[in-house]
């Protein structure tokens, strides 16, 4: 069974596809797998602050969003938001995504599995993945302010 078959089986998206050019990378002994996501030809666009459909303005820079574990391998999905103009509020904002909130790299699956390990889990066990989840962002955060500058 090919990975994008599972993740549509698993977690499936109404307005967004599964692109086939996933990766794998290593980094730091740890393995990465790179989902890239695309919207749907016949998708819908809807504004973060209303909900509505509206008007492309472009689209931002490439993110990684933080997604449930599959087999030890930490998954991120990949895509480019697009900005839009909201019909109502006639503002540019980001186009509200399925998976998450609009500036949180963690995906809606990923923090409901992390609320549900806190209460399965011991509380030292949640401490020290919640520590290295945390660690792992905080390394790439300063990775980044250290490129742009």
Sequence with gaps: MLVKTLLNKVYPLKSFVY????????????????????????????????????????RLAERQYLFIPLWAIVVHFVYAPRRVRCSRCDSKVVERVEWCDTKSPITFAMRHFLAHLGKEASVEGSRLYLLCIVASGLCRRALHSTIRT
Aim: with cysteine; hydrophobic share 30%; glycine share 8%.
């Design 19 to 58: 692109a086939e050019n996933m990766q794998l990378e290593e980094k730091d002994d740890v393995l990465h797998l790179l989902v890239p996501i695309r919207e749907r030809r016949n998708g819908v666009v809807l504004s973060s602050c209303c909900g509505c459909p509206s008007p492309l303005e472009g």
